[in-house]
């Protein structure tokens, strides 16, 4: 039972982030009427493929945080990561700075490799869960980057 605890706690926390930031970005979506650079996904796929991302950040937190391998450098680059990926939709879709938002995609991809590097020298499983999200990041980058010289 400690273990269905734990690892709800380290799932939910991350949906919960990407929960709020939905329902705050919701009103702001513009992404159906943006010009798109090629291979632009359907929106629809959006929030399927961020839960599945949310649910992986928490099972590898989880998997660290089971085997008592979280340490304070772990904690910083995981918590820092989520806040960095927090507030890219808010700069991006209700602020609308297109260009800053590629920037700050940058430093959240930087800061997710940064993170499956330090998770798998913990534990390589925790590590090679967050690949999906590192390949996720540099493709919206790419579609960041693409939508701003397209719509400037």
Do not use: C, H
């Not at 799932?11 to 939905?22: D, E, Y």
């Not at 989880?62 to 507030?87: F, P, T």
Request: charged share 10%.
């Amino acid at each position: 039972m400690e273990k269905v605890k734990l690892y709800s706690k380290t799932i939910l926390i991350p949906l919960i982030v990407g929960g709020i930031v939905g329902i705050l970005i919701s009103g702001s979506l513009d992404y159906e009427s943006l010009q798109k650079p090629v291979l632009s996904p359907p929106s629809i796929l959006f929030p399927i493929v961020w839960t599945i991302l949310y649910i992986l950040m928490g099972v590898s937190y989880g998997i660290l945080k089971e085997k008592s391998l979280i340490d304070g450098k772990i904690m910083l680059i995981y918590y820092l990561q989520l806040g960095v990926n927090a507030l890219w939709p808010i700069f991006f879709f209700i602020l609308k700075w297109r260009l800053f938002s590629f920037f700050w995609i940058l430093l959240l991809a930087v800061l997710v490799i940064w993170m499956i590097i330090k998770f798998y020298s913990k534990d390589k499983l925790a590590g090679l869960l967050q690949v999906p999200y590192a390949i996720w990041t540099i493709y919206a980058t790419y579609l960041n980057l693409g939508i701003y010289l397209l719509n400037r």
